[in-house]
């Protein structure tokens, strides 16, 4: 029984340690979702149609999964009460607050039993201020005879990433500057970033005993700096001020973001190792 368990603690814990570290190599199961139920059709406030709207931040894919069934009473011989219905998942509209364009389309049938139909899209580039809309309608050009119930959970993987710095470990000594490019040119989209880095004092090509402050800054693609800090490093194990250095990105720009450090203190610094954490995320 003691090697039983033994061996079965072992493979609890055996597998428990691989999703742990698929979960941290990989961002595996976190995933932002929203709920909105919705009616149309005879006795409720939307006879036609009925669209609920869910705000997505830019460069994100989305899954919209449609609950729905009919009200009324069951099919009997020669008569068929069940309603032929029109599923559209529409992106976010380029200005303004109608429709966008239809991203996918379902046609189905409601009954009395509750059914599912899953719609997908690409991502967006217009981001949080408009919404994308997920609306059901009758087919054809008349009003439900019956009322359509249920509910529509839109989601997306809002999993934090890490963003590539260019280049290796940056050496920077006294009195000097370095610009290196952060991501592509194609945008850090919507959400938050935060800069955190370790290094050392340098005396020569050894590591030395100071704490150096360095400056940091993080540049939009327009050349703006949008954030600043002037920190030691993360790891810095002195009650000093420890680098981390966050930004809130509100809108979908294209180009290229960039970081500035500066070294405006007498010592020489080696082994500048920055980490960029992205987290998608719409503005407050």
Avoid at 102 to 111: G, L, N, R, V
Wanted: glycine residues 10%; charged residues 15%.
């Amino acid at each position: 029984m003691k090697n039983l368990l033994s061996g079965v603690t072992k493979t609890f814990l055996n597998s428990a340690g691989i999703s742990i570290f698929l979960l941290g190599m990989f961002g595996i199961a976190s995933a932002e979702s929203q709920t909105k139920t919705f009616e149309f059709g005879a006795g409720t406030g939307q006879e036609h149609s009925h669209f609920r709207t869910f705000n997505v931040p830019c460069g994100l894919s989305v899954t919209a999964s449609v609950k729905y069934a009919r009200l009324g009473d069951p099919n009997t011989k020669g008569q068929t009460l069940d309603v032929p219905i029109v599923i559209e998942l529409r992106k976010p509209a380029e200005s303004g607050d109608g429709d966008g364009p239809i991203a996918q389309q379902k046609d189905a049938t409601a009954t009395r039993t509750q059914q599912t139909a899953t719609l997908t899209a690409t991502e967006s580039n217009v981001g949080c201020a408009n919404a994308w809309r997920v609306r059901l309608r009758p087919a054809g050009t008349g009003n439900s005879p019956l009322a359509i119930t249920g509910t529509i959970t839109l989601s997306y993987n809002d999993a934090a990433r890490g963003i590539d710095v260019q280049g290796g470990l940056i050496s920077l000594n006294k009195g000097n500057t370095v610009t290196k490019n952060l991501g592509g040119s194609g945008g850090l989209n919507q959400g938050s970033v935060t800069i955190t880095a370790n290094w050392n004092h340098a005396i020569g090509p050894v590591p030395g005993p100071n704490a150096v402050k360095l400056k940091w800054e993080l540049i939009n693609p327009s050349g703006a700096v949008v954030a600043s800090q002037s920190a030691y490093a993360s790891n810095e194990l002195r009650d000093l001020t420890k680098l981390k250095l966050t930004f809130n990105v509100k809108d979908c720009i294209n180009g290229q973001w960039k970081i500035r450090i500066t070294n405006d203190t007498n010592d020489d610094t080696m082994n500048i190792d920055p980490k960029v954490n992205f987290k998608p995320d719409c503005p407050n």
